[in-house]
């Protein structure tokens, strides 16, 4: 059974930083590409940031280029984000997932980031 | 950019079909692909649909996708509606330079 189980999520006061983390099993996990998409409070789903299954190709959504960064180790079938520079309008819960084609295939269970003062 | 628009909510009564529509602004919607996700109150999403009109396995029969150039949407019928098929709904495409954008989502109330 595909898991991914994100942490590092929690509160952060505006200017701040916090990296997200997502463990994967039950998959070959270097055989996919990943993705970070974000949910606010009420809103809907939000594509962050993807990347390739050797981590050498990245790409952001432009509302977090320059702040953000995705990466991974395929050795410990993980998946990061760290944010920077975090804005009110990054609250959001953050889902991490695996692609497949131009779609997302499992999503795992999301980690809430509220930046406040 | 293109935007991917679905309408706000939509219902229906149990054993009734529901079609929930999901229009591309500019692009072709044949270009690529239209995946659909379903998200109950509190919890993630899930896929549903994906390549169109492919279903995961587990995923019952009554939910379909399809999609229609003429009108430049996609579509997600669910039918013999049952009261745990309540929840948001998303479609989401791609294009060469924005990998993922999502509709705004819809809301399914059964009756």
């Known amino acids: 059974e595909v898991q991914l189980v994100e942490s590092g999520g929690g509160f952060v006061q505006p200017g701040g930083s916090l990296r997200l983390s997502c463990a994967g099993s039950?998959?070959?996990?270097?055989?996919?590409?990943m993705v970070w998409v974000r949910q606010a409070p009420g809103k809907g789903l939000v594509w962050v940031a993807r990347?390739?299954?050797?981590?050498?190709?990245?790409q952001y959504a432009d509302s977090v280029k320059g702040r953000f960064t995705i990466s991974r180790d395929n050795a410990k079938n993980t998946l990061y984000l760290q944010m920077n520079t975090l804005r009110a309008e990054d609250t959001a819960v953050y889902f991490c997932?695996?692609?497949?084609?131009?779609?997302?295939?499992?999503w795992g269970q999301g980690s809430l980031v509220t930046v406040s003062s | 950019n293109f935007m991917l628009t679905q309408p706000h909510s939509v219902s229906g009564s149990p054993g009734k079909t529901v079609t929930i529509s999901c229009t591309r602004s500019?692009?072709?919607?044949?270009?690529?692909?239209v995946q659909w996700y379903q998200q109950r109150p509190g919890s993630s999403p899930t896929t549903i649909i994906f390549?169109?009109?492919?279903?995961p396995s587990g995923v019952p029969d009554r939910f379909s996708g399809s999609v229609d150039s003429s009108s430049n949407s996609a579509s997600l019928t669910i039918s013999g509606l049952e009261t745990e098929d309540e929840a948001d709904y998303y479609c989401?495409?791609?294009?060469?330079?924005?990998?993922?954008?999502f509709g705004g989502g819809t809301k399914l109330t059964v009756l």
């Open positions: 997932a695996t692609e497949y084609v131009q779609g997302v295939d499992h």
């Open positions: 039950g998959f070959i996990f270097d055989n996919y590409w």
């Open positions: 990347i390739n299954m050797n981590g050498k190709i990245t």
């Open positions: 500019s692009g072709r919607i044949a270009s690529n692909y």
């Open positions: 390549n169109d009109g492919q279903r």
């Open positions: 989401q495409s791609s294009d060469i330079d924005n990998p993922m954008v």
